[in-house]
T-cell receptor, first 112, second 114 residues
Framework: AQSVTQLDSQVPVFEEAPVELRCNYS??????LFWYVQYPNQGLQLLLK??????LVKGINGFEAEFNKSQTSFHLRKPSVHISDTAEYFC??????????FGAGTILRVKS | DTAVSQTPKYLVTQMGNDKSIKCEQN?????MYWYKQDSKKFLKIMFS???????INETVPNRFSPKSPDKAHLNLHINSLELGDSAVYFC?????????????FGPGTRLTVT
Protein backbone atom coordinates (compact mmCIF):
# COMPACT_ATOMS: atom_id res chain seq x y z
CA ALA A 1 0.00 0.00 0.00
CA GLN A 2 1.11 3.52 -0.70
CA SER A 3 2.24 5.74 2.15
CA VAL A 4 3.90 9.11 2.64
CA THR A 5 6.21 10.29 5.37
CA GLN A 6 6.92 13.94 5.92
CA LEU A 7 10.01 14.03 8.05
CA ASP A 8 9.55 17.42 9.66
CA SER A 9 6.42 18.56 11.45
CA GLN A 10 7.60 22.18 11.56
CA VAL A 11 10.27 24.10 9.67
CA PRO A 12 11.14 27.61 10.86
CA VAL A 13 13.11 29.73 8.42
CA PHE A 14 13.99 33.38 8.02
CA GLU A 15 12.58 35.42 5.17
CA GLU A 16 14.63 35.24 1.95
CA ALA A 17 16.41 32.08 3.10
CA PRO A 18 16.13 28.82 1.13
CA VAL A 19 13.94 26.01 2.41
CA GLU A 20 13.51 22.29 1.82
CA LEU A 21 10.50 20.30 3.01
CA ARG A 22 11.16 16.59 2.99
CA CYS A 23 8.86 13.87 1.76
CA ASN A 24 9.47 10.15 1.38
CA TYR A 25 6.98 7.79 -0.19
CA SER A 26 6.31 4.11 -0.41
CA UNK A 27 4.58 2.76 -3.48
CA UNK A 28 4.39 -0.58 -5.21
CA UNK A 29 2.95 0.77 -8.44
CA UNK A 30 3.53 3.67 -10.79
CA UNK A 31 4.21 6.76 -8.73
CA UNK A 32 2.26 9.95 -9.02
CA LEU A 33 3.24 12.53 -6.42
CA PHE A 34 1.81 15.87 -5.39
CA TRP A 35 2.51 18.77 -3.08
CA TYR A 36 -0.39 20.82 -1.76
CA VAL A 37 -0.38 23.97 0.36
CA GLN A 38 -2.99 24.88 2.95
CA TYR A 39 -3.15 28.44 4.22
CA PRO A 40 -4.91 28.99 7.57
CA ASN A 41 -8.63 28.23 7.42
CA GLN A 42 -8.52 27.50 3.70
CA GLY A 43 -8.70 24.51 1.41
CA LEU A 44 -5.79 22.77 -0.28
CA GLN A 45 -4.14 24.28 -3.32
CA LEU A 46 -2.01 22.25 -5.68
CA LEU A 47 1.60 23.45 -5.79
CA LEU A 48 3.03 20.92 -8.20
CA LYS A 49 2.83 17.33 -9.37
CA UNK A 50 5.05 14.58 -10.70
CA UNK A 51 3.50 12.10 -13.10
CA UNK A 52 6.41 11.12 -15.34
CA UNK A 53 9.25 12.61 -17.34
CA UNK A 54 11.68 15.16 -15.94
CA UNK A 55 12.47 14.51 -12.30
CA LEU A 56 12.65 18.23 -11.53
CA VAL A 57 9.18 19.66 -11.35
CA LYS A 58 8.42 23.34 -11.15
CA GLY A 59 5.27 24.62 -9.53
CA ILE A 60 3.54 27.81 -8.56
CA ASN A 61 4.90 30.51 -6.25
CA GLY A 62 8.52 29.66 -7.08
CA PHE A 63 8.43 26.16 -5.59
CA GLU A 64 10.04 23.13 -7.18
CA ALA A 65 10.44 19.49 -6.23
CA GLU A 66 12.75 16.69 -7.29
CA PHE A 67 11.59 13.12 -7.74
CA ASN A 68 14.28 10.67 -6.66
CA LYS A 69 13.29 7.08 -7.34
CA SER A 70 16.32 5.45 -5.72
CA GLN A 71 15.76 7.36 -2.48
CA THR A 72 11.95 7.26 -2.80
CA SER A 73 11.85 10.97 -2.10
CA PHE A 74 10.03 14.00 -3.43
CA HIS A 75 11.43 16.97 -1.52
CA LEU A 76 9.99 20.45 -1.99
CA ARG A 77 12.32 23.42 -2.30
CA LYS A 78 12.23 27.17 -2.65
CA PRO A 79 15.39 29.25 -3.02
CA SER A 80 14.03 32.31 -1.19
CA VAL A 81 10.93 32.28 0.98
CA HIS A 82 8.53 35.10 1.79
CA ILE A 83 6.39 35.75 4.82
CA SER A 84 3.40 34.86 2.67
CA ASP A 85 4.72 31.29 2.26
CA THR A 86 3.83 30.60 5.89
CA ALA A 87 1.38 27.70 5.63
CA GLU A 88 1.09 23.96 6.01
CA TYR A 89 2.41 21.81 3.19
CA PHE A 90 1.21 18.33 2.38
CA CYS A 91 2.90 15.70 0.25
CA UNK A 92 0.61 13.10 -1.30
CA UNK A 93 0.81 9.98 -3.45
CA UNK A 94 -1.91 8.70 -5.76
CA UNK A 95 -3.27 5.35 -4.72
CA UNK A 96 -5.89 2.89 -5.97
CA UNK A 97 -9.18 4.37 -7.06
CA UNK A 98 -7.34 7.62 -7.69
CA UNK A 99 -7.46 8.50 -3.98
CA UNK A 100 -4.67 10.59 -2.47
CA UNK A 101 -2.74 9.33 0.51
CA PHE A 102 -1.35 12.31 2.41
CA GLY A 103 1.58 12.79 4.69
CA ALA A 104 1.07 14.34 8.12
CA GLY A 105 1.96 17.81 6.86
CA THR A 106 4.83 20.24 7.50
CA ILE A 107 4.20 23.68 8.92
CA LEU A 108 6.49 26.23 7.31
CA ARG A 109 6.99 29.28 9.53
CA VAL A 110 8.73 32.17 7.83
CA LYS A 111 10.16 34.70 10.24
CA SER A 112 11.13 38.29 9.47
CA ASP B 1 -16.14 31.46 -10.48
CA THR B 2 -15.51 28.88 -7.77
CA ALA B 3 -14.32 25.51 -9.10
CA VAL B 4 -15.30 23.36 -6.09
CA SER B 5 -17.75 24.83 -3.63
CA GLN B 6 -19.08 23.50 -0.35
CA THR B 7 -21.92 24.57 1.89
CA PRO B 8 -22.03 25.36 4.68
CA LYS B 9 -18.56 26.62 5.58
CA TYR B 10 -19.23 26.22 9.30
CA LEU B 11 -21.61 23.84 11.00
CA VAL B 12 -22.15 23.74 14.75
CA THR B 13 -24.58 21.14 16.06
CA GLN B 14 -25.33 18.94 19.02
CA MET B 15 -24.65 15.27 19.49
CA GLY B 16 -27.32 13.03 18.06
CA ASN B 17 -28.40 15.43 15.33
CA ASP B 18 -28.39 14.69 11.59
CA LYS B 19 -26.69 17.10 9.20
CA SER B 20 -25.72 17.38 5.54
CA ILE B 21 -22.86 19.01 3.67
CA LYS B 22 -23.19 19.82 0.00
CA CYS B 23 -20.50 19.94 -2.66
CA GLU B 24 -20.58 21.09 -6.26
CA GLN B 25 -17.87 21.27 -8.90
CA ASN B 26 -18.01 23.12 -12.22
CA UNK B 27 -14.78 21.68 -13.66
CA UNK B 28 -16.47 18.96 -15.69
CA UNK B 29 -14.68 16.27 -13.68
CA UNK B 30 -16.08 12.76 -13.44
CA UNK B 31 -14.81 11.86 -9.97
CA MET B 32 -15.54 13.46 -6.60
CA TYR B 33 -14.22 12.75 -3.13
CA TRP B 34 -14.79 13.44 0.53
CA TYR B 35 -11.78 13.80 2.83
CA LYS B 36 -11.74 14.31 6.59
CA GLN B 37 -9.10 16.48 8.26
CA ASP B 38 -8.88 15.85 11.98
CA SER B 39 -7.71 18.16 14.74
CA LYS B 40 -4.08 17.25 14.03
CA LYS B 41 -4.55 18.26 10.39
CA PHE B 42 -4.29 14.67 9.17
CA LEU B 43 -6.16 14.18 5.89
CA LYS B 44 -7.84 10.89 5.07
CA ILE B 45 -10.08 9.79 2.24
CA MET B 46 -13.63 8.82 3.16
CA PHE B 47 -15.42 8.24 -0.13
CA SER B 48 -15.05 8.69 -3.84
CA UNK B 49 -17.60 8.59 -6.61
CA UNK B 50 -16.99 8.20 -10.32
CA UNK B 51 -19.90 9.17 -12.54
CA UNK B 52 -22.32 8.77 -9.62
CA UNK B 53 -20.99 5.34 -8.68
CA UNK B 54 -19.34 4.66 -5.33
CA UNK B 55 -15.71 3.68 -5.89
CA ILE B 56 -14.11 4.04 -2.48
CA ASN B 57 -15.67 3.60 0.94
CA GLU B 58 -12.81 3.76 3.35
CA THR B 59 -14.05 2.05 6.55
CA VAL B 60 -16.26 4.96 7.43
CA PRO B 61 -19.08 4.37 9.95
CA ASN B 62 -22.38 3.78 8.21
CA ARG B 63 -23.73 6.91 9.93
CA PHE B 64 -22.01 8.66 7.02
CA SER B 65 -23.87 8.36 3.74
CA PRO B 66 -22.68 10.04 0.58
CA LYS B 67 -25.04 10.75 -2.27
CA SER B 68 -24.21 11.80 -5.80
CA PRO B 69 -27.28 12.98 -7.72
CA ASP B 70 -25.11 13.74 -10.77
CA LYS B 71 -21.42 13.86 -11.49
CA ALA B 72 -21.17 17.55 -10.54
CA HIS B 73 -22.55 17.06 -7.03
CA LEU B 74 -21.55 14.97 -4.05
CA ASN B 75 -23.33 15.43 -0.75
CA LEU B 76 -22.48 13.99 2.65
CA HIS B 77 -25.18 13.16 5.15
CA ILE B 78 -24.24 12.32 8.72
CA ASN B 79 -26.69 10.69 11.12
CA SER B 80 -26.52 10.64 14.92
CA LEU B 81 -23.55 12.98 15.14
CA GLU B 82 -20.87 12.19 17.70
CA LEU B 83 -18.19 14.35 19.32
CA GLY B 84 -15.53 12.51 17.32
CA ASP B 85 -17.10 13.66 14.07
CA SER B 86 -15.82 17.18 14.75
CA ALA B 87 -13.37 17.89 11.93
CA VAL B 88 -12.97 19.77 8.68
CA TYR B 89 -14.52 17.96 5.73
CA PHE B 90 -13.13 18.64 2.29
CA CYS B 91 -14.73 17.86 -1.01
CA UNK B 92 -12.48 17.39 -4.04
CA UNK B 93 -12.83 16.51 -7.69
CA UNK B 94 -10.62 15.19 -10.47
CA UNK B 95 -10.65 13.55 -13.84
CA UNK B 96 -10.19 9.82 -13.29
CA UNK B 97 -8.72 9.09 -16.69
CA UNK B 98 -6.61 11.03 -19.10
CA UNK B 99 -3.43 11.48 -17.13
CA UNK B 100 -4.01 14.61 -15.10
CA UNK B 101 -5.10 13.04 -11.79
CA UNK B 102 -4.65 16.14 -9.68
CA UNK B 103 -7.51 16.83 -7.33
CA UNK B 104 -9.07 20.22 -6.77
CA PHE B 105 -10.31 20.90 -3.28
CA GLY B 106 -13.17 22.91 -1.92
CA PRO B 107 -12.75 25.40 0.93
CA GLY B 108 -13.83 22.89 3.56
CA THR B 109 -16.68 22.61 6.05
CA ARG B 110 -15.73 22.91 9.69
CA LEU B 111 -18.08 20.69 11.67
CA THR B 112 -18.22 21.16 15.42
CA VAL B 113 -20.28 18.73 17.46
CA THR B 114 -21.08 19.80 21.02
Amino acid sequence: AQSVTQLDSQVPVFEEAPVELRCNYSSSVSVYLFWYVQYPNQGLQLLLKYLSGSTLVKGINGFEAEFNKSQTSFHLRKPSVHISDTAEYFCAVRSYGNKLVFGAGTILRVKS
Amino acid sequence: DTAVSQTPKYLVTQMGNDKSIKCEQNLGHDTMYWYKQDSKKFLKIMFSYNNKELIINETVPNRFSPKSPDKAHLNLHINSLELGDSAVYFCASSQAYGGAYEQYFGPGTRLTVT
